[in-house]
Each structure stands twice: as structure tokens, then as C-alpha cells.
């Protein structure tokens, strides 16, 4: 199959929206997975308006049945998956500091993105040029916490730790397949205007996309293993 397939992680609303929606522009079919089919189905409506080739998935990242069926279908629909973008996540930290919440905060931002991954892995080893893009965050960078006051006083355990284990994980994942066609890249949106970041935020929405759109469509010769702000380097 020549068609490029891109499967989208909390795609329904913020980032993952319009990164869905950036992918499609260029020619992707573009699945919309979202925690509840309606919502999944929602966005894909959206999306067609656009003239874009978006159709739904049910997908809550958490949810180890979703998980298979998603996989299931896309081997029999597509038989490969070309990118990935694990975008889904939370911020609980205003919840407390009890050990369930930070167990809720893993279970999206680090299991869902996991073992989402490890299950599409023989789709994108199938694709002649998989690109693997997880969601991060600037808070989820050590060496940014540690010698940034700003970042360093947000005080977001659940936050920051979930996504620092999704940063050293993705480092891990790129070492596995660097001899293969895969890369496997971490980003930060920046501060976005969304549910998640509030009115106060500095970047709108597409530009909050523009991230993971640049490491979902890396040329070959691209880099893999790498945390990424636009197209600059950030510390792990
Ligand atoms: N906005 C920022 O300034 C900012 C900064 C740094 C990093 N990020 C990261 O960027 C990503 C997108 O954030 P956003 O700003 O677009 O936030 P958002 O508007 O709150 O969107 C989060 C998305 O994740 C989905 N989601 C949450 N839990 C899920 C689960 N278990 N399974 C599937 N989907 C789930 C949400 O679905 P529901 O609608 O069902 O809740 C929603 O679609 C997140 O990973 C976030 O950590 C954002």
C-alpha cells in the first residue's frame, strides 16, 4: 500500500486535533483515537470536512482491549502503521500527592503510550519509513528542572516524573530499532493554548503541533533519539 497511515493518540480535541489535522493536510489517512468512539468519531467528522482521510478509533491508551482491537484493525485494514504519535495525556498534580494519583498520572502519560507501542510495533516495522513521536514535555526534562527556576518551581511530581520516564524510555526505544528504517523522537509543544494549558498560554494551537508534525515526517536521513522543541534539542 503506497498510502501513508497515522495513528493519533487523544486526537479528539487540543494538540493531538490539530496534529491530526496537519498529517491529513499532507496526504495522511489520519486515525483519530479517542477515549470513546463518539468522540473519535467527532473529530473524524471534523476532520472530513476539511477534505482529510480521518477515520475513528477507540482508543483510551489505558484500556489494554482497545488497545488489541486497534492494533487488530489496522493489520487487517492497512496491514502496516507509518507514524505514531502518542500524544494523549494528563496533569493531575492539582489532584494531591496520594500514590493512586501518581499511579493515574503513569498509567496515561507513560503505561498507555507503552504498551500502545509495543503492540503497533510489528505495524511500523512493516512501514518502509515508521516515525515513532511521543508527546513529552519540557517539565519532564532533568536538565531543565534542575537549572531553570521557572520550570524547577512548578512543582508537578506526576507530571514530571511520568514524562521524564517517557523521555528515557523513547531513548531506550531508539537504541532498540536504530538499525532499523524507525525513528523514535520525544517532543515538547511548547505552552499551548488547550484544556491543558490554559488561556494564559503563549502558543496557539497550530503551532503547538508543529513539533511532532516535523519529527512524524523526518525524512530518512533524519534524527532518531532525540528530544525536540521545534527543531531544536532539548536536554533529557
Ligand atoms: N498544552 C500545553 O501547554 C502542553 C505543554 C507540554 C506538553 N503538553 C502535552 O501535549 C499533549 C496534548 O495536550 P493538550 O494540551 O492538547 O491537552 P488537552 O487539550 O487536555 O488534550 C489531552 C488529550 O489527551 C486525551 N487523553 C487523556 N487521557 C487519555 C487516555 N487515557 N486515552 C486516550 N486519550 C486520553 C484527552 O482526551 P479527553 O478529551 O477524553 O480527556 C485529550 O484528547 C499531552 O501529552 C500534554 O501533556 C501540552
Same mark, same amino acid.
Given at each position: ?25 499532507? +496526504?495522511?489517512?489520519?486515525?483519530? +483515537? ?71 498520572? #503513569?498509567?496515561?502519560? #507513560? ?18 519509513? +515508521?516515525?515513532? $513521536? ?57 505552552? $499551548? ?28 536521513? +533524519? ?14
Amino acid at each position: 500500500m503506497n498510502e501513508t497511515i497515522a495513528l493519533i493518540t487523544g486526537a479528539n480535541k487540543g494538540i493531538g486535533l490539530e496534529i491530526a489535522r496537519q498529517l491529513g493536510k499532507q +496526504g495522511m489517512i489520519v486515525l483519530t +483515537g479517542a477515549r470513546s468512539l463518539q468522540k473519535a468519531e467527532q473529530a473524524a467528522k471534523q476532520l472530513h470536512a476539511e477534505q482529510i482521510r480521518a477515520y475513528p478509533v477507540e482508543l483510551d491508551v489505558t484500556n489494554p482491549e482497545h488497545i488489541r482491537a486497534a492494533a487488530d484493525r489496522i493489520t487487517t485494514e492497512y496491514g502496516k502503521l507509518d507514524v505514531l504519535v502518542n500524544n494523549a495525556g494528563i496533569y493531575v498534580d492539582h489532584e494531591g500527592t496520594d500514590v493512586e494519583v501518581m499511579r493515574r498520572g #503513569f498509567d496515561t502519560n #507513560f503505561f498507555g503510550a507503552y504498551a500502545l507501542t509495543h503492540s503497533l510495533l510489528p505495524l511500523l516495522q512493516k512501514s518502509p519509513a +515508521g516515525r515513532i $513521536v511521543n508527546q513529552s514535555s519540557i517539565l519532564g526534562s532533568l536538565g531543565t528542572i534542575l537549572t531553570n527556576e521557572m520550570y524547577g518551581s512548578a512543582s508537578a511530581p506526576v507530571y514530571t516524573t511520568s514524562k521524564a520516564a517517557l523521555n528515557a524510555w523513547t531513548a531506550q526505544l531508539s537504541i532498540q530499532l536504530k538499525d532499523t528504517p524507525i525513528k523514535v523522537n520525544a517532543c515538547h509543544p511548547g505552552w $499551548v493554548k488547550t484544556d491543558m494549558g490554559g488561556s494564559d498560554a503563549v502558543m496557539e494551537i497550530h503551532e503547538g503541533a508543529e513539533t511532532a508534525v516535523y519529527l512524524a515526517t523526518l525524512p530518512d536521513d +533524519g534524527p532518531t533519539g532525540g528530544f525536540y522543541h521545534k527543531q531544536d534539542t532539548l536536554p533529557w
